[in-house]
Structures are given as structure tokens and as C-alpha cells.
């Protein structure tokens, strides 16, 4: 089993909404950012949003912003992605990632990130 274990993925119509977590399925550290990345088929994976350790930094791809929300619950351990107004061109394979030890931000990019999750397949679709 991957570390991190996505959830809440789903088919939805267009203009509609989920909410994605993700949470970690074994001990990963007690500090660490959580990415978010998203890989349509036939596309390379790319970055949608991520959060810092203590949330209080967040990014967001411009294709994203104003419509996601990333967000965390530290004593859950969970990390939540609010999609509202989705569209077709969100379908995709989503993805979180965490960076073990991180001491400031998020990074963007997917090399930085030292964990895995193994994807939930959201498809926005009428």
C-alpha cells in the first residue's frame, strides 16, 4: 500500500462540485506540505494546488484558481481539495503528494515530493 491514500473522486456533471481528500495511510512525519497533482490520459501529470505544513501557505494553478480550495485538518492528518464549477477539462487522475520534513511552503513541483498517493479518477462529464 502507497503512504497516502486519496478519496472522494467520482463522475459529476459539468458545473458541479467534490471535494477530494487525501490522509496518510502510516506514519510520513510529523511537518510536511501536501501537493496536488492531476494526470489526464495521454498528458504528463501537473501540479493543481498544494498546502503547507502548517496551512498557511497555499498555491494553486492558474487553470484552478478561484474555483479549487485547498485546505487541512492537522489533527485529522488529512488534507481536502474543494472542486467547485468543474469542467470537462478537470477529468483526470488525481494525485497527492507530500513532501517529508518541509520547513516552508509548497513546492510546485512533483520532484520535490517524497510520497505518493495511488489517484482517484475524477470525471466531469454530462
Known amino acids: 500500500q502507497l503512504p497516502l491514500v486519496e478519496s472522494g473522486g467520482g463522475l459529476v456533471q459539468p458545473g458541479g462540485s467534490l471535494r477530494l481528500s487525501c490522509a496518510p495511510s502510516e506514519f510520513i512525519g510529523d511537518y510536511y506540505a501536501i501537493g496536488w497533482f492531476r494526470q489526464a490520459p495521454g498528458k504528463e501529470r501537473e501540479g493543481v494546488s498544494c498546502?503547507?505544513?502548517?496551512?498557511?501557505?497555499?498555491k494553486y494553478a492558474d487553470s484552478v484558481k478561484g474555483r479549487f480550495t485547498i485546505s487541512r485538518d492537522n489533527a485529522k492528518n488529512t488534507v481536502y481539495l474543494q472542486m467547485n464549477s468543474l469542467r470537462p477539462e478537470d477529468t483526470a487522475v488525481y494525485y497527492c503528494?507530500?513532501?517529508?520534513?518541509?520547513?516552508?511552503?509548497?513546492?510546485?513541483?512533483?520532484?520535490?515530493?517524497?510520497?505518493w498517493g495511488q489517484g482517484t479518477q475524477v470525471t466531469v462529464s454530462s
Open positions: 498546502i503547507s505544513a502548517s496551512g498557511s501557505i497555499t
Open positions: 503528494a507530500a513532501e517529508r520534513d518541509s520547513t516552508w511552503g509548497c513546492p510546485r513541483s512533483r520532484d520535490q515530493y517524497d510520497y
